[in-house]
T-cell receptor, first 115, second 113 residues
Framework: AQSVSQHNHHVILSEAASLELGCNYS??????LFWYVQYPGQHLQLLLK??????LVKGIKGFEAEFIKSKFSFNLRKPSVQWSDTAEYFC?????????????FGSGTRLSIRP | DTAVSQTPKYLVTQMGNDKSIKCEQN?????MYWYKQDSKKFLKIMFS???????INETVPNRFSPKSPDKAHLNLHINSLELGDSAVYFC????????????FGQGTRLTVV
């Protein structure tokens, strides 16, 4: 079935550690890709997005993601995490088969940062 | 100056009741959505409306009836509430063009007891 997969359900890191969260999707053709973050008790906020062009995209708060078309991946990275990065992270895809905007989310990765 | 606003933020109700959640956006978007986030944080699209017309209905039970009086509003009415309806419901909006991101409201935590 077509899907968005986030294989890491819960990641625990110490402050200053490097972060990489995996995201794979199974939609063919052109896709638009997103990473959203949900801080505890809050709504979803866009971290970054990829529509076209440079496959390495930079977002807010020092996050970046790399689109690798051959691997159907869009992994999120941050070189040095902070305690305030504790949140739920969602990868999302707007698949090419949809003429309208239809953002489909992965199951999320909970990131816990130890002070 | 909230971009996407939902009311209420919390809703506790008994099984069998009917309740509504309201959503308004002031971003000038033409497409609005309802998403359901379950207890495991999984986000699933329920409905999408473009200019007051339903364009996506993800096999949601017909106890859920969205209503869009204009393109800035998308309300969700739920009949005969069940325990399994307990979740956080997020409203979102965007432009219909798929080259766009969605903006989300603060969520409505619905608890059915």
């Amino acid at each position: 079935a077509q899907s968005v997969s986030q294989h890491n359900h819960h990641v625990i890191l110490s402050e200053a550690a490097s972060l990489e969260l995996g995201c794979n999707y199974s939609y063919g053709g052109t896709v638009n890709l997103f990473w959203y973050v949900q801080y505890p008790g809050q709504h979803l906020q866009l971290l970054l997005k990829y529509f076209s062009g440079d496959p390495l995209v930079k977002g807010i708060k020092g996050f970046e993601a790399e689109f690798i078309k051959s691997k159907f991946s869009f992994n999120l990275r941050k070189p040095s995490v902070q305690w305030s990065d504790t949140a739920e992270y969602f990868c999302a895809v707007n698949p090419g088969y949809s003429s309208a905007s239809k953002i489909i989310f992965g199951s999320g990765t909970r990131l816990s940062i130890r002070p | 100056d909230t971009a996407v606003s939902q009311t209420p933020k919390y809703l506790v109700t008994q099984m069998g009741n009917d309740k509504s959640i309201k959503c308004e956006q002031n971003l000038g978007h033409d497409t609005m959505y309802w998403y359901k986030q379950d207890s495991k944080k999984f986000l699933k699209i329920m409905f999408s409306y473009n200019n007051k017309e339903l364009i996506i209905n993800e096999t949601v039970p017909n106890r859920f009836s969205p209503k869009s009086p204009d393109k800035a509003h998308l309300n969700l009415h739920i009949n005969s509430l069940e325990l399994g309806d307990s979740a956080v419901y997020f409203c979102a909006s965007s432009y219909r063009d798929r080259n766009t991101e969605a903006f989300f409201g603060q969520g409505t935590r619905l608890t059915v007891v």
